[in-house]
């Protein structure tokens, strides 16, 4: 679903040299695969998730993605402040021209999939940051896209939250999306720094070496499926792959 070659991004310097921030970066995500990628900070991790959704073009190297505009997730609050939640999630639909029947349903649906049904008219300012994190997830969920980039979503939340809204991301990522296609699964490209997370969350962890990032470990992680992320802590494989991420991430 998403295959770079040798790629790379460079920017201007301040006087007038050329920073490298990302690359040569060679990666694979298969279609309906959730992957976690970890790396120390300013290793190119959201100028990646840029690149793959569009918002920025490669200097150099090449960039496929097999699917439909793909949508980001950004860290923190990007919900509209002057829309209710439920305008919030049908903002995508109305930029797709969905009919207003269309909408609805979609609306509805989603916020009922997060618990957010009766916070429908509800503003920004009248929710916690979980509940806004979930607006967020509804949002990029609500149009049925194939890819989701996701760029520490649950970064700036307590960890209860973040722990909460971990389960309730794989619940919909687990959950039949089309009637003609039952068992497929959204593609998910996720950053964080949480190495916990990532192995709560992902099919495959890779991990990025300091800028200009490149991917320089790949860990498949073992645990079956559903999960829950506070019983895969007490699975002693748990402590032994998060070490090997630790090691990994050595400079």
Same mark, same amino acid.
């Given at each position: 679903?998403?295959?770079?070659?040798?790629?790379?991004?460079?920017?201007?310097?301040?006087?007038?040299?050329?920073?490298?921030?990302?690359?040569?970066?060679?990666?694979?995500?298969?279609?309906?695969?959730?992957?976690?990628?970890?790396?120390?900070?300013?290793?190119?991790?959201?100028?990646?998730? !840029?690149?793959?959704?569009?918002?920025?073009?490669?200097?150099?190297?090449?960039?496929?993605?097999?699917?439909?505009?793909?949508?980001?997730?950004? *860290?923190?609050?990007?919900?509209?402040? @002057?829309?209710?939640?439920?305008?919030?999630?049908? $903002?995508?639909?109305?930029?797709?021209?969905?009919?207003?029947?269309?909408?609805?349903?979609?609306?509805?649906?989603?916020?009922?999939?997060?618990?957010?049904?009766?916070?429908?008219?509800?503003?920004?300012? *009248?929710?916690?940051?979980?509940?806004?994190? !979930?607006?967020?997830?509804?949002?990029? @969920?609500?149009?049925?896209?194939?890819?989701?980039?996701?760029?520490?979503?649950?970064?700036?939340?307590?960890?209860?939250?973040?722990?909460?809204? *971990?389960?309730?991301?794989?619940?919909? @990522?687990?959950?039949?999306?089309?009637?003609?296609?039952?068992? *497929? !699964?959204?593609?998910?490209?996720?950053?964080?720094?949480?190495?916990?997370?990532?192995?709560?969350?992902?099919?495959?962890?890779?991990?990025?070496?300091?800028?200009?990032?490149?991917?320089?470990?790949?860990?498949?992680?073992?645990?079956?499926?559903?999960?829950?992320?506070?019983?895969?802590?007490?699975?002693? !494989?748990?402590?032994?792959?998060? $070490?090997?991420? @630790?090691?990994?991430?050595?400079?």
């Amino acid at each position: 679903m998403i295959t770079a070659r040798q790629l790379v991004k460079t920017y201007p310097g301040p006087d007038g040299s050329t920073i490298r921030a990302l690359g040569p970066l060679d990666l694979q995500v298969a279609a309906g695969e959730f992957v976690c990628i970890v790396g120390p900070s300013g290793c190119g991790k959201s100028t990646l998730l !840029r690149l793959i959704a569009g918002l920025d073009q490669p200097t150099s190297g090449s960039l496929e993605v097999g699917a439909s505009q793909p949508v980001l997730v950004f *860290q923190g609050d990007s919900t509209f402040p @002057w829309l209710t939640v439920h305008d919030n999630v049908e $903002y995508p639909l109305k930029l797709r021209g969905w009919s207003e029947p269309e909408r609805e349903s979609a609306v509805s649906r989603q916020l009922a999939l997060v618990g957010l049904s009766d916070f429908a008219e509800a503003y920004p300012y *009248q929710l916690s940051g979980g509940m806004k994190q !979930r607006v967020a997830l509804a949002r990029a @969920w609500v149009s049925d896209p194939q890819v989701l980039l996701m760029d520490e979503p649950f970064g700036a939340l307590d960890e209860q939250t973040r722990v909460v809204l *971990q389960n309730e991301l794989l619940k919909l @990522w687990e959950r039949p999306q089309r009637a003609e296609s039952p068992t *497929q !699964r959204k593609t998910i490209l996720f950053v964080t720094h949480a190495i916990d997370e990532a192995l709560a969350l992902a099919d495959r962890v890779l991990v990025m070496s300091s800028a200009p990032g490149r991917i320089v470990h790949e860990l498949r992680v073992p645990f079956a499926r559903p999960r829950d992320p506070i019983q895969l802590k007490r699975d002693p !494989r748990f402590g032994e792959l998060a $070490y090997a991420l @630790w090691q990994a991430l050595k400079p």
